[in-house]
Structure formats: structure tokens, C-alpha cells
């Protein structure tokens, strides 16, 4: 599956914190319903089991909707499922291992806060990087903060797609205007909200003027 850069405007990551009663899978598809263009999942406390059970539902409303699925660090979890690809971060295996895995299909993301980093990932077969974060974040504890500098020249150094993550909102999303990104990912922005439609066609609408500026 090719990475397009429009698949990467609104890239919504799941977080269990907000559920309040509903299923992971309704918030999904209350997302895509609103306009999210892609769905990372994102389980740090799931066993294996029930991650493999919400991967599969969730590949399901994906297809449906015929939005990219993308699963979290775990390269087997994503081989079962029959997801699109995988995302990794610094510390979890390099690129070019989960490329070996995953074979010459998925697509695979990289998490990135140097230009250093951004380029590595590149060489080593990653589809589109994700660099953050952006902004002050309470959704990753150890979130290193990239500025706008950084940000811009990362966007310049590769060729690859690049979205923005960290603390990102329809407060602030106009001040990635420039950078370079082609969308940005988002967790609280969208599943912590009440109404997890609105507030997704919200940000979408916000994003796309952010970017035809």
C-alpha cells in the first residue's frame, strides 16, 4: 500500500482514557465518520489477545471507511491483523528490521525529533515520519518538545511525508502554517471529546485551511 500524503491530513491515535462506557470501536468510527483520514492504534495495556481482537474490529471499520489502519510499535499485532502498516518511535526496532518484517506493502512511520533521526528513517524505508512534540502534550509522558525550526527543517531535509503530533487543537493548528507538514496526528483533539464527530470535522476543517494558507 502506497502512502498518500492526502491519507495523512487528520491521523487520528486511539486512547483508551476516554472511553466512559463506549467501546474503542464506536470512538473510531464516530472519527471517521467526522473525517479522520487515518487510525493508528495505540494499546500500552491491552494483552495480546484483546490488542489482536480491537486490531481486527478496528482494520474492519477502517476498510469500511477506506481509511488507512495503522498499528502502534507491535509489527506481529499488525502481520495478524491485516493492518495497513506500523508505527514505531525511537526506542522501539528501526525501520529497516520492520521493513524485513513487514515486507515491501505496509507502510511504515517513523517517530522523529532531529534532523538526524528524520534522515536515518528515511534511508531505512520509512513511508512518512512523525514529528512532535509540536506542542506541551499531557498524552505522552516523556514527549520531547520539537520546535518550529526543527519541525521546518526536517520537512526540507526529506522527501517523505511528515505530520506534526504533540498538543495539537483547533486553537493552534494555524501556527504549523508553513512548515511543511502535510497533516498532523492527534489523540486528545478528538477522543477526549464529547462529541468525537463534531470535534473531528472540526479539526479536519481547521487543517485543510492551515494548509491552504
Same mark, same amino acid.
Given at each position: 500500500?502506497? &502512502?498518500?500524503?492526502?491519507?495523512?491530513?487528520l491521523?487520528a491515535v486511539?486512547?483508551?482514557?476516554?472511553?466512559d462506557?463506549?467501546?474503542l470501536s464506536?470512538?473510531?468510527?464516530?472519527a471517521?465518520?467526522?473525517?479522520?483520514?487515518c487510525?493508528?492504534l495505540?494499546?500500552?495495556?491491552?494483552d495480546?489477545?484483546?490488542?489482536?481482537?480491537?486490531?481486527?474490529?478496528?482494520?474492519?471499520? &477502517?476498510?469500511?471507511?477506506?481509511?488507512?489502519?495503522v498499528?502502534? /510499535?507491535?509489527?506481529?499485532?499488525?502481520l495478524?491483523?491485516?493492518?495497513?502498516?506500523?508505527?514505531?518511535?525511537?526506542g522501539d526496532?528501526?525501520?529497516?528490521d520492520?521493513?524485513k518484517?513487514?515486507?515491501?506493502?505496509?507502510?511504515?512511520?517513523?517517530?522523529?525529533?532531529?534532523v538526524?533521526?528524520?534522515?536515518?528513517a528515511?534511508?531505512?524505508?520509512? /513511508?512518512?515520519?512523525?514529528?512532535?512534540?509540536?506542542?506541551?502534550?499531557?498524552s505522552?509522558?516523556?514527549?520531547?518538545e520539537?520546535?518550529?525550526?526543527?519541525?521546518?527543517a526536517i &520537512?526540507r531535509?526529506?522527501?517523505?511525508?511528515?505530520i506534526?503530533?504533540?498538543?495539537?487543537?483547533r486553537?493552534?493548528v494555524?501556527?504549523?502554517?508553513?512548515?511543511?507538514i &502535510?497533516g498532523?496526528?492527534?489523540?486528545?483533539?478528538?477522543?477526549?471529546q464529547?462529541?468525537?464527530?463534531?470535534?473531528?470535522?472540526g479539526?479536519?476543517?481547521?487543517?485543510?485551511k492551515?494548509?491552504?494558507?
Amino acid at each position: 500500500m502506497n &502512502c498518500d500524503r492526502n491519507d495523512l491530513l487528520l491521523y487520528a491515535v486511539t486512547d483508551r482514557s476516554w472511553l466512559d462506557g463506549q467501546s474503542l470501536s464506536s470512538q473510531v468510527e464516530s472519527a471517521l465518520k467526522g473525517g479522520a483520514t487515518c487510525i493508528q492504534l495505540r494499546e500500552k495495556e491491552l494483552d495480546e489477545e484483546a490488542f489482536l481482537a480491537e486490531a481486527i474490529e478496528i482494520r474492519k471499520l &477502517c476498510r469500511k471507511y477506506e481509511v488507512p489502519f495503522v498499528v502502534n /510499535d507491535n509489527v506481529e499485532i499488525a502481520l495478524d491483523a491485516g493492518a495497513d502498516g506500523v508505527h514505531v518511535g525511537q526506542g522501539d526496532m528501526e525501520a529497516a528490521d520492520v521493513r524485513k518484517r513487514l515486507g515491501p506493502d505496509k507502510v511504515i512511520g517513523v517517530s522523529a525529533q532531529t534532523v538526524e533521526q528524520a534522515l536515518r528513517a528515511q534511508e531505512h524505508g520509512a /513511508d512518512y515520519l512523525g514529528v512532535g512534540a509540536v506542542f506541551p502534550t499531557g498524552s505522552k509522558a516523556d514527549a520531547v518538545e520539537v520546535g518550529p525550526d526543527t519541525l521546518r527543517a526536517i &520537512c526540507r531535509a526529506v522527501d517523505i511525508p511528515v505530520i506534526a503530533i504533540g498538543g495539537i487543537g483547533r486553537d493552534n493548528v494555524a501556527a504549523l502554517k508553513g512548515s511543511g507538514i &502535510c497533516g498532523v496526528a492527534v489523540i486528545s483533539a478528538i477522543f477526549a471529546q464529547k462529541d468525537i464527530r463534531a470535534a473531528t470535522a472540526g479539526l479536519r476543517e481547521s487543517v485543510e485551511k492551515m494548509l491552504e494558507a
